[in-house]
């Protein structure tokens, strides 16, 4: 499956943008998928995950309340709909796949290319 990761930009504190994740190739509609972000000089990280058909999602801590996961399958396309955006969540993020919903980096072997959100203070 390929991944193209897009909606990244510059935000206020505050504000919010929507990613989304289109996927091309195998049945997206098999596939659980997760969103991580890396901030320079960090070390990739969970944000979010969902599972094939939508109905289980999981989020990291410092996201919960604030973020949301969910996808289409009609369309091919996860997303991460981000609220109550702070300079912390500044990061490239990358929307990934997997057969299993799983909140490590390690579990996914498909990857989109990522996307950047800078959220100013």
């Known amino acids: 499956v390929q991944l193209q990761a897009s909606g990244g930009g510059l935000v206020q504190a505050g504000g919010s943008l929507r990613l989304s994740c289109a996927a091309s190739?195998?049945?997206?509609?098999?596939?659980?998928m997760g969103w991580f972000r890396q901030a320079p000089g960090k070390e990739r990280e969970f944000v979010a995950a969902?599972?094939?058909?939508?109905?289980?999602?999981y989020y990291a801590d410092s996201v919960k309340g604030r973020f949301t996961i969910s996808r289409d399958n009609a369309k091919n396309t996860v997303y991460l709909q981000m609220n109550s955006l702070k300079p912390e969540d500044t990061a490239v993020y990358y929307c990934?796949?997997?057969?299993?919903?799983?909140?490590?980096?390690?579990?996914?072997?498909?990857w989109g290319q990522g996307t950047l959100v800078t959220v100013s203070s």
């Open positions: 990934a796949a997997e057969y299993q919903a799983r909140t490590v980096v390690a579990g996914y072997d498909y």
């Open positions: 190739g195998r049945t997206f509609s098999s596939y659980a």
């Open positions: 969902i599972n094939w058909s939508g109905g289980s999602t």
